[in-house]
């Protein structure tokens, strides 16, 4: 089993809609959780961070299911500008050893 | 304007040849890292170094040789290299210790003739 997991789409969603992308990781001691975003032929940038609680950010949503080992990003009011590839990032085991763990990302193209 | 540099940008190399990748950063972080990403596959960690220290090594093959001479600076010697190590390469760095991000440089795309 892959260590984190992503449906990599392509999600064709037209403008306005609300996608959602979901996130499976294996190893249950995993403290910190991230989606990142990637660009076309650019580098990845943090999108935001997810914590415990679950955090909102303006149209985006991070939730944690420690139970069920994964993570979502819920993506609401869908613009042009959120086409990318959004990359779910784990650091494994306790503390942190510096050591990200991403997914192969989700590919979201926002259509007019 | 990006905390972490990498140059070159580009570069094509033949199988013979040797080269270096670059990375500084100017974010006084304590950990930088080599991911490589190949097209349609996730970023792979290849090399980690905290504190200048490598800690760790991800199974990489010694044609890639990493290089840190202090906590700013990363290198990637690459010696005969194959077709297949043509990727992106991603250098980045984070601060140890707590729910902290990852900044990434824009990468050096290396092709391998």
């Known amino acids: 089993r892959k260590e984190v997991e992503q449906d990599p789409g392509p999600f064709n969603v037209p403008e306005g809609a609300t996608v959602a992308f979901n996130c499976t990781y294996s190893n249950s001691a995993s403290q910190s959780f991230f989606w990142y975003r990637q660009d076309c032929r650019k580098e990845p940038k943090l999108l935001m961070s997810?914590?415990?609680s679950g955090n909102e950010d303006g149209r985006f949503t991070a939730q944690l299911n420690r139970a069920s080992q994964y993570i979502s990003l819920l993506i609401r009011d869908s613009k042009l500008s959120d086409s990318a590839t959004y990359l779910c990032?784990?650091?494994?085991?306790?503390?942190?050893?510096?050591?990200?763990?991403f997914g192969q990302g989700t590919t979201l193209q926002v259509k007019p | 304007e990006t905390g972490v540099t990498q140059t070159p940008r580009h570069l094509v190399m033949g199988m013979t040849n040797k080269k270096s990748l670059k990375c500084e950063q100017h974010l006084g972080h304590n950990a930088m890292y080599w991911y490589k990403q190949s097209a349609k596959k996730p970023l792979e960690l290849m090399f980690v170094y905290n504190f200048k220290e490598q800690t760790e090594n991800n199974s990489v093959p010694s044609r890639f040789s990493p290089e840190c001479p202090n906590s700013s600076h990363l290198f990637l010697h690459l010696h005969t290299l194959q077709p297949e190590d043509s990727a992106l390469y991603l250098c980045?760095?984070?601060?140890?210790?707590?729910?902290?991000?990852?900044?990434f440089g824009q990468g050096t795309r290396l092709t391998v003739v």
């Open positions: 997810v914590y415990s």
């Open positions: 980045a760095s984070s601060q140890l210790f707590g729910h902290t991000e990852a900044f």
């Open positions: 990032v784990v650091i494994p085991g306790s503390g942190n050893t510096g050591k990200l763990i």
